[in-house]
């Protein structure tokens, strides 16, 4: 008989049991040994109907096609940029992928993009070599100006943002501020009042740090109506 020996969202140890028998199947993070599934690593559970999961809580990003990311001009070239993304491997931004622009070869490229400037972009190619382009093409991509960038660990970034949008947009609404959380987990926040978007910044962090504990959606929530002083609305369940 099978038998489940863990919860959902529960922190593991390498070598720990998280299932015997034979219902239960290993996914990522996770490996079987004989009758059991055991944890090959530290992280959270993810049970994902039969599938067993585990998902880090370290390590730095790892660039995948389609994600959309915040990152920083790190080296002006011939060709176009290249992009710092938090990662061991940086991104190329080519001439043709800068925007809907035109920009011809031999153009001072600083009028666009300068070193330090941070831009949201997409992933549009991850080679086999782990060569990374971008692109600016794309609703919502652009350069960003003013406000605060913070790092989170890219493994938090789907707590951070919650199911369908729903915890970002609970930020965003009992703040005012803007919000971006790039998939390399940096992210950015801006709001005219400095105390909104401090608070902004707090809360985001606050999620990160708390988000392997269970009934997170509803602390925050409670957390932001404190600091606010106002009723804030969550149309999110059973986090």
């Known amino acids: 008989m099978s038998k489940l020996l863990i919860k959902d969202k529960e922190i593991t140890v390498p070598g720990e049991v998280l299932a015997e028998g034979m219902d239960y199947l290993p996914g990522i993070g996770t490996y079987r040994e004989g009758q059991t599934i055991r944890a090959s690593r530290i992280g959270l559970v993810n049970i994902d109907g039969r599938a067993i999961k585990l998902i880090p809580l370290a390590g730095r990003y790892e660039p995948k096609r389609g994600d959309t990311i915040i990152g920083f001009i790190k080296e002006i070239i011939m060709s176009g940029w290249l992009i710092d993304l938090d990662s061991p491997y940086h991104a190329m931004l080519s001439l043709k992928?800068?925007?809907?622009?035109?920009?011809?070869?031999?153009?001072?490229?600083?009028?666009?993009?300068?070193?330090?400037?941070?831009?949201?972009?997409?992933?549009?190619?991850?080679?086999?070599?782990?060569?990374?382009?971008?692109?600016?093409?794309?609703?919502?991509?652009?350069?960003?100006?003013?406000?605060?960038?913070?790092?989170?660990?890219?493994?938090?970034v789907p707590r951070v943002i919650g199911k369908k949008g729903s915890m970002v947009s609970m930020v965003k609404q009992a703040t005012g501020s803007k919000v971006i959380v790039g998939q390399n987990g940096t992210t950015w926040v801006q709001n005219d009042d400095p105390k909104m978007e401090l608070l902004t910044v707090k809360t985001i962090e606050k999620i990160a740090e708390e988000s392997h504990i269970s009934g997170l959606t509803d602390r925050i929530k409670k957390f932001l109506e404190k600091e606010t002083g106002k009723k804030v609305e969550t149309k999110v369940e059973g986090e």
């Open 97 to 156: 992928d800068a925007g809907s622009e035109y920009i011809a070869k031999g153009a001072d490229l600083t009028k666009y993009y300068t070193f330090g400037d941070y831009v949201v972009c997409k992933i549009t190619q991850v080679t086999t070599q782990k060569l990374v382009d971008v692109t600016m093409k794309g609703p919502g991509l652009r350069k960003l100006y003013g406000g605060r960038i913070i790092k989170i660990n890219t493994h938090k």
